[in-house]
């Protein structure tokens, strides 16, 4: 099983996500019951969980799609719950946001995917400088030759792979990415996820990964943490995550390489 | 219910918010014109023809009977123009764009791919909705016209194989049966149509439930949804036409 | 943007472009033809009764329309004034004593008014002139002078067959009263009545024909009738009895044949009048004036007939007599098998 091998350009001194008490509930329903989180420039945190823990829910907050009931979410300097729209778009350009199921838009090319967010954001480009900035990232991703096709005729791994290209496009500091190896076979798990580290590499961006693959995690992670009962229970490298004795944590791991 | 109402209102309401202010997707725009209008056109046109046909063929008998078949051009008229054209181009409409449009948005909500926007900092109630909801009500107008053109073509057709009339007669008893009234009338609801027809669909579609069931409910909530909407509309505005017509 | 979107660009720019195309046309076209772009002057007519004109309906003069009704407004007691608008290029034809009447465009059309007479001498209209009005028949009173005609016309015959029945009867009193001189005058006398008789009813028929051919001219008669059902009454009654006024008439002239008959009789002691010319001159006319009459009571029923407010009651009786006649045939079957 790969290690990840711990980022040397890691800047504990700045912190691009600040969370402290963070509370999100659906009707009756407590996803998250105070969540503390920090991220570090530069840095990969895989947040782990089993499914319907809030994974998701965390994410989606940090990048404003749904709005925290209470807390302190802080990304890059900024409070997402109390800035206006035209604030929250500015912070969302600089904000990757990597989908579960990619979200490549059907209707379009994979060129016109990739324009999509850089026609409406850099429009001082011209036609040339955008085509060479396409390329850019779909050798990042290793998948030039796919530029004229439709979503519909790419396999998971490839949609999964324009998706990121499409959120590196517009050079983002931080990266968020939704189960990034759910459904893929385990060789194309591997792919996603050195193109994880690459992208930190290359890129210099500060990610968060969620996930419930422990080989995903051990991969990519800089830190992992776990989240249980709507809290952060266990935090650390992967190592020290798993080295408890807590029966769920142990059932989590152990479960994860039956086979 | 409640909940529900406010949401439809502040769907509603966004739309006008958003509607007069850059930026403009105006090739998504284009695009979705092309799909609701041209697209539309064959099938609306063959339909409006058959129509035509049918209606002048149906009515004919009662008209017989008071000996009153040259009276025909006019009751084609004034049923096409006021009622026939612009309900039939709606329906056929709310059928074929209404529907995609709910699956389409629908299928996008559920795969993420409204977030995604979002989240790249690209308005999707914009470049989604107002595209389509402008198309809708715009195209649905111009094809109201085709439709109304082709049912009449029809109708000629029809009076001309049994009653000999001349395609200048026809259309002057047409003209003649009418008034400009009609003609606003019949094109602020064929207006209204489009605006609904779009609205329903994408809102539909655009709060759409999570899974492939919920696209399928959202293009068939929203065909139903706005064909009963339509009739409602067709009631409301012939009682408000009668109400200026008395006056 | 490549030349797919550039192209998708054109082609919806074309089909919005025909749309209006097509909707300007209809304005267009509607708007010439209606005659809202041109000059109007207008003109004032009063009448007692409009009969269900509104705003908006037409106007013609020589059977062109010239203009449309533009208000209608109740005036004095009860009257009602129609102001009309009338396009400036007929204003040179229409003079001040034209008159204005309230007509219909069909059976089951829009009122109008046509605009009628006027000669040279008096001057052209001005924009604002009041012109006369000629206020439409009343259906009503139409009605009432047919229905007196028509009893009018029973009575005559009734009193006519049983006169020539009495003629018949009497055989052998009529032969003895044909010696008498005097008598033979009066029997004159009275053939002439039958012949002013006859007179008579070819005048009524003749104001019923007139009267079922303006029944088959699209005019507004007939629509009142549709509508009216109290007048639609009047006219089955009018039948009926316009009916029996035939039968009776065909029995007065079979009657009169039959006397004719026995009148060229050599052997009969009339024979004898024959002889006076005048006399068979007024028999002979006398008989020919019935035979019109009942020829024309014929084409009234005939038009009537063809009338298609009265196609239900000539169905009606059609399939009546099929029916009588179906019995006939059942009896005369049962008749046969009977003597089987």
Redesign the interface.
């Known amino acids: 099983m790969l290690e990840k091998v711990r980022n040397p350009n890691i800047d504990t001194s700045k912190k691009v996500i600040y969370i402290r008490g963070l509370r999100k509930a659906f009707d009756e329903n407590v996803i998250l019951k105070g969540v503390d989180l920090d991220l570090y420039k530069g840095e990969n945190l895989v947040v782990l969980g089993r499914s319907g823990t809030g994974k998701s829910v965390l994410i989606k907050i940090i990048s404003g799609l749904l709005s925290a009931d209470t807390g302190e979410v802080n990304v890059l300097g900024q409070d997402v719950c109390c800035i206006t729209r035209k604030e929250l778009d500015a912070l969302r350009l600089k904000i990757g946001f990597s989908f579960q199921n990619s979200a490549l838009y059907d209707s379009m090319t994979v060129k016109e995917n990739l324009e999509f967010p850089l026609v409406r954001h850099s429009k001082h480009m011209t036609e040339q400088e955008r085509d060479k900035l396409i390329d850019t990232v779909l050798d990042a991703v290793g998948l030039r030759q796919s530029i004229n096709q439709m979503p519909a005729e790419l396999s998971g791994g490839q949609r999964k792979r324009i998706g990121i290209a499409r959120t590196l496009i517009l050079r983002p500091e931080i990266m968020l990415y939704d189960e990034p190896t759910a459904g893929l076979d385990p060789i194309t798990c591997i792919e996603i996820n050195n193109l994880i580290n690459e992208v930190q590499e290359r890129f210099n961006t500060s990610s968060i990964i969620i996930t419930h693959d422990l080989t995903c995690a051990r991969a990519v992670g800089d830190r992992v943490a776990m989240l249980l009962d709507g809290e952060f229970k266990r935090e650390g490298t992967f190592d020290e995550v798993f080295d408890t004795n807590d029966k769920r944590v142990q059932a989590f791991y152990n479960y994860n390489f039956i086979d | 219910m409640f909940l529900e109402l406010a949401r439809v209102y502040a769907f509603i309401a966004r739309f006008w918010r958003e509607v007069f202010f850059p930026?403009y997707e105006f090739?998504e725009i284009?695009?979705q014109?092309?799909e609701v209008?041209?697209r539309s056109?064959p099938l609306i046109s063959v339909t409006g023809f058959i129509i035509g046909i049918v209606f002048t063929n149906q009515s004919r008998p009662s008209l017989q009977d008071?000996?009153?078949t040259?009276?025909l051009p006019a009751l084609i008229s004034v049923a096409i123009i006021r009622a026939i054209g612009p309900l039939v181009t709606a329906i056929i409409a709310s059928g074929r764009v209404g529907s995609s449009i709910g699956a389409?948005l629908g299928?996008?909500r559920v795969?993420?791919?409204i977030?995604?926007?979002?989240?790249?900092?690209?308005n999707p109630y914009k470049f989604l909705v107002v595209s389509r909801v402008l198309a809708t009500t715009?195209m649905i107008?111009?094809?109201t016209?085709?439709t109304?053109?082709v049912s009449l073509l029809g109708g000629y057709l029809n009076v001309h194989q049994f009653e000999q009339t001349t395609i200048v007669t026809f259309?002057?008893q047409v003209?003649?049966a009418?008034?400009?009234l009609d003609?606003i009338a019949s094109?602020v609801k064929s207006v209204l149509f489009g605006f609904t027809i779009g609205m329903v669909g994408c809102y539909k579609g655009y709060y759409s439930s999570k899974g492939t069931e919920g696209v399928g409910k959202a293009a068939n909530t929203s065909v139903v949804t706005a064909m009963f909407l339509l009739f409602v509309e067709e009631l409301i505005v012939m009682q408000v036409i009668n109400a200026i017509r008395g006056i | 943007m490549s030349t797919e979107d550039n192209k998708r660009s054109v082609i919806v720019g074309i089909f919005v472009f025909l749309a209006i195309v097509i909707l300007v046309t209809g304005i267009f076209t509607l708007a010439g033809q209606q005659k809202r772009f041109i000059n109007t002057i207008t003109l004032q007519a009063v009448f007692d009764d409009v009969g269900g004109l509104k705003p908006g309906n037409n106007v013609w003069f020589s059977g062109v329309k010239i203009g449309t009704v533009k208000a209608i407004d109740l005036f004095g007691e009860s009257q009602v004034l129609v102001t009309i608008g009338i396009e400036e290029r007929a204003q040179q034809f229409i003079h001040e004593n034209a008159i204005a009447r309230i007509s219909s465009e069909s059976f089951i059309g829009n009122k109008n008014i046509v605009i009628e007479g006027g000669t040279q001498e008096a001057s052209l209209v001005e924009d604002g002139d009041r012109i006369r009005a000629v206020n439409p028949i009343d259906t009503d009173e139409l009605m009432e002078t047919l229905q007196v005609n028509n009893r009018n016309l029973a009575a005559i015959t009734t009193d006519l067959r049983q006169l020539t029945n009495n003629l018949l009867e009497g055989e052998g009193t009529v032969g003895a009263l044909l010696t008498d001189e005097g008598l033979a005058n009066d029997f004159q006398a009275t053939l002439n009545n039958l012949q002013q008789a006859s007179q008579n009813t070819i005048g009524a028929t003749r104001e019923l024909s007139r009267f079922t051919s303006k029944l088959n001219t699209p005019g507004g008669l007939a629509n009142e009738v549709l509508t009216d059902t109290t007048a639609f009454s009047q006219v089955k009654r009018s039948l009926a009895q316009l009916e029996q006024a035939t039968t009776s008439a065909a029995t007065l002239t079979e009657n009169l044949q039959e006397v004719s008959g026995r009148l060229n009789n050599e052997n009969n002691a009339v024979n004898v009048l024959l002889s006076d010319e005048e006399f068979a001159r007024n028999l002979q006319s006398t008989l020919q004036n019935l035979e019109t009459s009942t020829q024309k009571f014929d084409e009234n029923m005939e038009a009537l007939q063809s009338n298609f407010l009265f196609r239900g009651f000539f169905r009606r009786r059609a399939k009546e007599e099929a029916r009588q006649r179906e019995a006939e045939l059942e009896r005369l079957e049962e008749q046969r098998e009977e003597v089987q």
């Open positions: 930026p090739k284009i695009k014109c092309y209008g041209v056109l008071f000996g009153a040259s009276l389409e299928s996008m795969t993420e791919q977030d995604a926007m979002e989240v790249s900092a690209t715009l107008p111009a094809l016209m085709y109304t053109l259309f002057y003209f003649d009418i008034t400009f003609i094109s």
